[in-house]
């Protein structure tokens, strides 16, 4: 990978935010190259567990980014999301990950220079902690961390 | 597995900061990979051309173009995929131009970062099965909510173009807020004059099924294939047998206010509503009629020399089937009250809104066309018009603009001078928007010919002294307060959505905003589409607008509506989610989080009940598959293997 | 010891300029058996400079104390100068959401600062006191013989959102208290009207203008009398009435009653009592009590 040591996986909704990331580049913005965008129909199809998979796998930050709150192409797509993913984000420092290594956000069509001002900022926010080591028992001391489990429901259904 | 990578150069576009002769070396390196070639411009004919040629050549089955945004040529690609004969759905497009070269500069990191974006194209087209869009019969016929002239022109443009149409009216009467204006801006036409015509043709057109008193109660199923619950709300008359004679409302005891004329003047329980209703039938009000309330009278059963009048009549319930919506529910006038107690809050009589005006003005309004001040019904010398009440008020939480207060303001106030060539009026006013065909030339008609005096700033304080009221406001263009004894005092009101739009929007499934306006699906590109298929808006519904742009969107609305209905058969994206039968536990909690209705139950053979995907419904957005306990619903063309394919492409 | 009286602060208005006002307040309190510690070795309440001096906390720092001294001992302080209560108001919103302001104080006082007392203005104090009912009960419609108006000025509703106390644009939080005297009481449009404030000493022009119109108003709505909880506009409406009327050259009179003096009038005490003679404007009495035994 290049662009530096660190990795970076963007989930983006195709409807809002990877249009968002589409202006910014044809608003030529200039931004840090460590990301990777993976483009989905919406913020609700991000299973927590893929993004846990993808820091198993070796990223060192995810970022989720859909619609703003009421204007999810689903209706209501970005909402379950933003339950999920709290949850998620609340959840990292036990799975031995920064917290910071993990955002979701929520930026629209229109906000090219928002995106751009977000993939910098989470890039500079990385870059200092460096690779994410969880094979030496997490990032943090945590003797009973425990990678994620595959295979059952995401958090957020299991109320 | 045979997969082609095409890199794209989009003239320098690309290739200025992408060496995209190196990325394509670096895909051959990639598994499965046949050939990759670096193309000046792929969209062109010439490069498509190359990419068919190339498919025929390597024999290729899948197909990775690394080029612009695949918001852009998406389609585009999938159509040359079906001209090369490969299915259009096995292309997955790699966004090296928004993505990477536009936005960073040294080349050596831009075509590194490349090269990642191809290898997870490449992983992630691997993992694609093709898929096949499925069809659906269309029901031809169409339904509108709303008989305003939105709901009318939209009717007569669907029916003219062969298709049978039922239009549905909640209140007793088709013609909406525009029957109730006397005149319209900027040609002073006379609105029934030119509206009425309209209403009759509705009630004549032989593909128009007309349901006044009626409400949609439940909306199920999809683009296409609509059924509606419709209440035909019980009125007390048969409307078969009703001539419009009015018999029963001039013998009727009981008095009833009347809604049509915004509460000026009063009318009866039982009654039409203005004279050129269409349909032209009385209705019964129970919650003013006196047989309801006290329980003795009957006379206008006795009186009606057609025998229409019915006190068994029961509501009915009418499900129909529609291909397709048009929502056209109008709006309704902000209610000031609440919200302006410093003008009085209602208290003073000769505070009125301009619709109550509006009434007055009119030949065949209660006041015969006679300017009155309702509280002592003197005619009214000096008249001062507030505009913005209810909108663009920040301070009351609505900041939104009514869009037609200057403008109806200037047409009140070139109308009083008609009607009392002697007033002076006075106009407060935030700013003055008058942008439209021969609008600032009619608002410039007001000032100049009909005399009004116009000042820029909101009123602070309406009080009563003397019989007058004394309007308290302030010239902020000489930065003055100003004081002005008026006679009687029109508010411009602000507009909302009609009540219960919101409802009605949660039945049919579309979003709208706090005052209840429908939200199209595009504000550009969509304006009268929503975001669910088959459902389309016209009118003040949307968002407040004036009569030619509520016409125009009507008949917009009409032509997609056609558009729609013109195939016997619907084309579904296949990119839908999909439910493994063999694995469901049958949770539904799928069917929980699914925004549009799109699982049902179905039991299978060996007794289970498992969830099942109605294709026709699903959008694609996927929600589902994470709701999943056993994670066994994929979606199309988004896969979990996919997905995780694509992401570890570059991180392992 | 927390107790269940209220902690009292009376401002330098109530100890000087709007003596009626204190004493009408402690009758009617007193009246109804309620306890007023009056609040210990009490300070400025920062009124209008404070929270315009330089030092930004001085806003803060002054109704703060008093609000610092009357948490030791009360849990709810009562201020019926409506500026008082405005300062106390704004000191405890900015006490309890901003956590500089809340050190700086602490450091200052040289202890955790207490800022959680609840403040309370008179309407709401009376109203948490005594019902209407009980009110209508006791006034047996004393007052039938008048009309009166609220006046409630700027300083007592405005701003809305640290205040929280009624409505800035149309408040109605006196009228139930007000009907129970058994008067009228007509829609006043101009009971939030500016009374011009403190432009007295500077432009006063503005000031007469400003208070001139509220007291026409008032009589031309018919109105008897203007019931207030604001020494300042006490003072504009009531001992400006006869400046107002020489400069406009007008011979307006309007009563002007503090909140309390009406509410005790109800309830039976004594004009005297209630320092009614302290008014610049006075009430006719006998017309107002005509027919009460």
């Given at each position: 990978?290049?662009?530096?040591?660190?990795?970076?996986?963007?989930?983006?909704?195709?409807?809002?935010?990877?249009?968002?990331?589409?202006?910014?580049?044809?608003?030529?913005?200039?931004?840090?190259?460590?990301?990777?965008?993976?483009?989905?129909?919406?913020?609700?199809?991000?299973?927590?567990?893929?993004?846990?998979?993808?820091?198993?796998?070796?990223?060192d930050?995810?970022?989720?980014?859909?619609?703003?709150?009421?204007?999810?192409?689903?209706?209501?797509?970005?909402?379950?999301?933003?339950?999920?993913?709290?949850?998620?984000?609340?959840?990292?420092?036990?799975?031995?990950?920064?917290?910071?290594?993990?955002?979701?956000?929520?930026?629209?069509?229109?906000?090219?220079?928002?995106?751009?001002?977000?993939?910098?900022?989470?890039?500079?926010?990385?870059?200092?902690?460096?690779?994410?080591?969880?094979?030496?028992?997490?990032?943090?001391?945590?003797?009973?961390?425990?990678?994620?489990?595959?295979?059952?429901?995401?958090?957020?259904?299991?109320? | 597995m045979?997969?082609?990578?095409?890199?794209?150069?989009?003239?320098?576009?690309?290739?200025?900061?992408?060496?995209?002769?190196?990325?394509?070396?670096?895909?051959?390196?990639?598994?499965?990979?046949?050939?990759?070639?670096?193309?000046?411009?792929?969209?062109?004919?010439?490069?498509?051309?190359?990419?068919?040629?190339?498919?025929?050549?390597?024999?290729?089955?899948?197909?990775?173009?690394?080029?612009?945004?695949?918001?852009?040529?998406?389609?585009?690609?999938?159509?040359?995929?079906?001209?090369?004969?490969?299915?259009?759905?096995?292309?997955?497009?790699?966004?090296?131009?928004e993505?990477c070269?536009?936005?960073?500069?040294?080349?050596?990191?831009?075509?590194?970062?490349?090269?990642?974006?191809?290898?997870?194209?490449?992983?992630?087209?691997?993992?694609?099965?093709?898929?096949?869009?499925?069809?659906?019969?269309?029901?031809?016929?169409?339904?509108?909510?709303?008989?305003?002239?939105?709901?009318?022109?939209?009717?007569?443009?669907?029916?003219?173009?062969?298709?049978?149409?039922?239009?549905?009216?909640?209140?007793?009467?088709?013609?909406?807020?525009m029957?109730?204006?006397?005149?319209?801006?900027?040609?002073?036409?006379?609105?029934?004059?030119?509206?009425?015509?309209?209403?009759?043709?509705?009630?004549?057109?032989?593909?128009?099924?007309?349901?006044?008193?009626?409400?949609?109660?439940?909306?199920?199923?999809?683009?296409?294939?609509?059924?509606?619950?419709?209440?035909k709300?019980?009125?007390?008359?048969?409307?078969?047998?009703?001539?419009?004679?009015?018999?029963?409302?001039?013998?009727?005891?009981?008095?009833?206010?009347?809604?049509?004329?915004?509460?000026?003047?009063?009318?009866?329980?039982?009654?039409?509503?203005?004279?050129?209703?269409?349909?032209?039938?009385?209705?019964?009000?129970?919650?003013?009629?006196?047989?309801?309330?006290?329980?003795?009278?009957?006379?206008?059963?006795?009186v009606?020399?057609?025998?229409?009048?019915?006190?068994?009549?029961?509501d009915?319930?009418?499900?129909?089937?529609?291909?397709?919506?048009?929502?056209?529910?109008?709006?309704?006038?902000?209610?000031?009250?609440?919200?302006?107690?410093?003008?009085?809050?209602?208290?003073?009589?000769?505070?009125?809104?301009?619709?109550?005006?509006?009434?007055?003005?009119?030949?065949?309004?209660?006041?015969?066309?006679?300017?009155?001040?309702?509280?002592?019904?003197?005619?009214?010398?000096?008249?001062?018009?507030?505009?913005?009440?209810?909108?663009?008020?920040?301070?009351?939480?609505?900041?939104?603009?009514?869009?037609?207060?200057?403008?109806?303001?200037?047409?009140?106030?070139?109308?009083?001078?008609?009607?009392?060539?002697?007033?002076?009026?006075?106009?407060?006013?935030?700013?003055?928007?008058?942008?439209?065909?021969?609008?600032?030339?009619?608002?410039?008609?007001a000032?100049?010919?009909?005399g009004?005096?116009?000042?820029?700033?909101?009123?602070?304080?309406?009080?009563?002294?003397?019989?007058?009221?004394?309007?308290?406001?302030?010239?902020?263009?000489?930065?003055?307060?100003?004081?002005?004894?008026?006679?009687?005092?029109?508010?411009?009101?602000?507009?909302?959505?009609?009540?219960?739009?919101?409802?009605?929007?949660?039945?049919?499934?579309?979003?709208?905003?706090?005052?209840?306006?429908?939200?199209?699906?595009?504000?550009?590109?969509?304006?009268?589409?929503?975001?669910?298929?088959?459902?389309?808006?016209?009118?003040?519904?949307?968002?407040?607008?004036?009569?030619?742009e509520?016409?125009?969107?009507?008949?917009?609305?009409?032509?997609?509506?056609?558009?729609?209905?013109?195939?016997?058969?619907?084309?579904?994206?296949?990119?839908?989610?999909?439910?493994?039968?063999?694995?469901?536990?049958?949770?539904?909690?799928?069917?929980?989080?699914?925004?549009?209705?799109a699982?049902?139950?179905?039991?299978?053979?060996?007794?289970?009940?498992?969830?099942?995907?109605?294709e026709?419904?699903?959008?694609g957005?996927?929600?589902?598959?994470v709701?999943?306990?056993?994670?066994?619903?994929?979606?199309?063309?988004?896969?979990?293997?996919?997905?995780?394919?694509?992401?570890?492409?570059?991180?392992? | 010891?927390?107790?269940?009286?209220?902690?009292?602060?009376?401002?330098?208005?109530?100890?000087?300029?709007?003596?009626?006002?204190?004493i009408?307040?402690?009758?009617?309190v007193?009246?109804?058996?309620?306890?007023?510690?009056?609040?210990?070795d009490?300070?400025?309440?920062?009124?209008?400079?404070?929270?315009?001096?330089?030092?930004?906390?001085?806003?803060v720092?002054?109704?703060?104390?008093?609000?610092?001294?009357?948490?030791?001992?009360?849990?709810?302080?009562?201020?019926?100068?409506?500026g008082?209560?405005?300062?106390?108001?704004?000191?405890q919103?900015?006490?309890?959401?901003?956590?500089?302001?809340?050190?700086?104080?602490?450091?200052?006082?040289?202890?955790?600062?207490?800022?959680?007392?609840?403040?309370?203005?008179?309407?709401?104090?009376?109203?948490?006191?005594?019902?209407?009912?009980?009110?209508?009960?006791?006034?047996?419609?004393?007052?039938?013989?008048?009309?009166?108006?609220?006046?409630?000025?700027?300083l007592?509703?405005?701003?809305?959102?640290?205040?929280?106390?009624?409505?800035?644009?149309?408040?109605?939080?006196?009228?139930?208290?007000?009907?129970?005297?058994?008067?009228?009481?007509?829609?006043?449009?101009?009971?939030?009207?500016?009374?011009?404030?403190?432009?007295?000493?500077?432009?006063?022009?503005?000031l007469?203008?400003?208070?001139?119109?509220?007291?026409?108003?008032?009589?031309?709505?018919?109105l008897?009398?203007?019931?207030?909880?604001?020494?300042?506009?006490?003072?504009?409406?009531?001992?400006r009435?006869?400046?107002?009327?020489?400069?406009?050259?007008?011979?307006?009179?309007?009563?002007?009653?503090?909140?309390s003096?009406?509410?005790?009038?109800?309830?039976?005490?004594?004009?005297?009592?209630?320092?009614?003679?302290?008014?610049?404007?006075?009430?006719?009495?006998?017309?107002?009590?005509?027919?009460?035994?």
């Amino acid at each position: 990978m290049s662009g530096g040591d660190i990795k970076l996986v963007g989930f983006l909704c195709n409807w809002c935010s990877y249009a968002g990331a589409d202006m910014a580049g044809t608003s030529r913005m200039a931004q840090p190259a460590e990301m990777r965008i993976v483009r989905l129909p919406c913020t609700g199809r991000v299973n927590p567990l893929l993004v846990l998979k993808a820091f198993q796998e070796g990223a060192d930050g995810v970022l989720v980014s859909g619609c703003h709150p009421g204007d999810c192409h689903y209706n209501e797509g970005n909402y379950y999301a933003h339950r999920r993913l709290e949850l998620l984000s609340r959840m990292m420092a036990v799975y031995g990950i920064e917290p910071e290594r993990f955002r979701y956000t929520w930026i629209s069509a229109s906000e090219g220079a928002r995106w751009a001002e977000t993939v910098t900022g989470f890039t500079e926010t990385i870059r200092p902690l460096g690779r994410l080591n969880l094979a030496g028992g997490g990032a943090r001391d945590d003797d009973h961390h425990q990678g994620p489990a595959a295979g059952s429901a995401s958090p957020a259904e299991k109320r | 597995m045979r997969i082609g990578v095409f890199v794209c150069q989009c003239g320098t576009n690309i290739a200025a900061t992408v060496s995209t002769e190196r990325v394509a070396s670096a895909a051959m390196a990639l598994r499965d990979v046949v050939h990759a070639e670096s193309i000046q411009y792929t969209c062109s004919d010439p490069g498509q051309r190359t990419v068919i040629a190339a498919a025929h050549k390597y024999a290729l089955d899948r197909v990775v173009i690394a080029a612009c945004s695949p918001r852009m040529h998406e389609t585009t690609f999938q159509r040359t995929m079906a001209q090369a004969g490969i299915n259009p759905f096995m292309m997955e497009m790699v966004n090296i131009r928004e993505h990477c070269s536009w936005i960073h500069s040294d080349m050596e990191v831009a075509t590194e970062k490349a090269i990642d974006l191809v290898s997870m194209g490449v992983a992630k087209v691997r993992g694609q099965t093709p898929l096949f869009s499925s069809h659906v019969p269309v029901v031809s016929e169409v339904l509108i909510i709303g008989g305003g002239v939105a709901g009318i022109q939209a009717a007569l443009d669907i029916a003219d173009a062969g298709m049978p149409v039922t239009l549905v009216e909640r209140g007793p009467t088709i013609g909406g807020n525009m029957a109730r204006l006397d005149k319209t801006f900027p040609t002073l036409d006379c609105s029934s004059c030119i509206l009425t015509p309209r209403m009759v043709e509705v009630k004549h057109h032989e593909n128009i099924r007309l349901m006044v008193n009626s409400e949609v109660e439940q909306v199920r199923g999809y683009i296409g294939n609509f059924e509606v619950d419709i209440r035909k709300k019980a009125t007390c008359v048969d409307e078969e047998k009703c001539t419009g004679c009015q018999i029963c409302e001039q013998k009727c005891p009981s008095e009833a206010p009347d809604e049509f004329n915004a509460g000026v003047g009063e009318t009866k329980a039982i009654s039409i509503a203005f004279p050129q209703a269409v349909p032209l039938v009385a209705s019964l009000r129970k919650e003013y009629c006196r047989l309801y309330i006290k329980g003795k009278c009957g006379i206008c059963k006795k009186v009606c020399p057609a025998d229409a009048v019915d006190y068994e009549q029961e509501d009915e319930l009418h499900t129909e089937k529609f291909g397709a919506i048009v929502v056209a529910t109008g709006y309704e006038l902000f209610d000031w009250r609440q919200a302006y107690p410093h003008y009085g809050g209602g208290l003073y009589p000769d505070v009125i809104t301009s619709i109550q005006y509006e009434r007055m003005l009119s030949a065949s309004g209660p006041t015969g066309g006679h300017i009155q001040r309702p509280s002592d019904g003197a005619e009214p010398k000096e008249i001062v018009f507030l505009s913005c009440v209810g909108s663009r008020d920040e301070s009351i939480g609505r900041p939104l603009c009514c869009k037609v207060g200057c403008m109806y303001i200037a047409k009140q106030a070139i109308l009083t001078r008609e009607h009392i060539p002697d007033s002076r009026t006075y106009v407060f006013y935030m700013d003055v928007r008058a942008g439209g065909k021969g609008y600032d030339e009619f608002y410039r008609r007001a000032q100049k010919e009909a005399g009004a005096v116009y000042l820029r700033g909101r009123v602070g304080k309406i009080y009563p002294r003397g019989g007058k009221l004394v309007v308290m406001g302030a010239d902020t263009l000489v930065g003055e307060n100003v004081e002005v004894e008026a006679d009687l005092v029109v508010l411009a009101t602000g507009i909302d959505a009609a009540a219960g739009a919101g409802s009605l929007a949660q039945r049919l499934n579309i979003p709208y905003d706090q005052y209840g306006f429908l939200s199209e699906s595009h504000p550009k590109l969509r304006p009268v589409e929503t975001t669910t298929g088959g459902i389309f808006l016209a009118g003040a519904c949307q968002g407040p607008k004036d009569i030619p742009e509520t016409v125009a969107q009507a008949s917009a609305a009409a032509a997609k509506v056609i558009v729609l209905l013109s195939h016997d058969e619907l084309e579904t994206s296949p990119m839908i989610a999909e439910v493994n039968h063999m694995r469901c536990i049958g949770c539904f909690k799928c069917r929980e989080v699914c925004p549009y209705h799109a699982i049902e139950e179905q039991g299978l053979r060996d007794g289970r009940r498992v969830a099942v995907v109605i294709e026709s419904l699903c959008q694609g957005c996927g929600l589902c598959t994470v709701a999943c306990p056993p994670s066994v619903i994929s979606l199309r063309g988004y896969t979990d293997n996919q997905l995780i394919e694509e992401v570890t492409a570059v991180l392992r | 010891m927390v107790s269940t009286a209220y902690s009292y602060y009376p401002g330098c208005s109530l100890t000087s300029s709007a003596t009626e006002y204190d004493i009408s307040f402690r009758k009617v309190v007193e009246a109804l058996g309620i306890q007023l510690d009056e609040l210990e070795d009490w300070n400025c309440c920062g009124a209008s400079p404070a929270p315009h001096h330089k030092a930004e906390t001085l806003g803060v720092l002054l109704p703060g104390r008093n609000l610092h001294i009357a948490g030791a001992s009360h849990d709810a302080i009562v201020a019926p100068c409506a500026g008082c209560y405005n300062r106390l108001k704004y000191a405890q919103y900015k006490l309890a959401g901003d956590q500089d302001i809340r050190e700086q104080t602490s450091e200052v006082f040289q202890a955790e600062v207490r800022y959680q007392t609840e403040v309370l203005n008179i309407v709401q104090m009376l109203n948490r006191e005594i019902t209407p009912e009980a009110l209508r009960e006791r006034s047996q419609g004393r007052l039938a013989n008048i009309r009166i108006g609220a006046y409630y000025g700027c300083l007592l509703t405005r701003p809305a959102d640290i205040l929280g106390f009624d409505s800035p644009r149309d408040p109605r939080k006196m009228r139930p208290l007000m009907e129970a005297t058994g008067a009228e009481v007509p829609h006043f449009p101009f009971k939030t009207e500016c009374c011009g404030s403190y432009m007295g000493l500077a432009r006063k022009d503005i000031l007469l203008k400003a208070s001139h119109r509220i007291i026409e108003v008032a009589v031309s709505t018919g109105l008897d009398a203007l019931v207030t909880a604001c020494p300042l506009c006490h003072q504009n409406l009531d001992l400006r009435q006869e400046q107002i009327n020489k400069a406009m050259g007008t011979s307006l009179r309007m009563p002007v009653l503090y909140f309390s003096q009406l509410i005790g009038l109800a309830m039976g005490i004594s004009p005297e009592e209630l320092e009614l003679d302290a008014l610049v404007v006075q009430p006719d009495m006998d017309r107002w009590l005509k027919g009460v035994a």
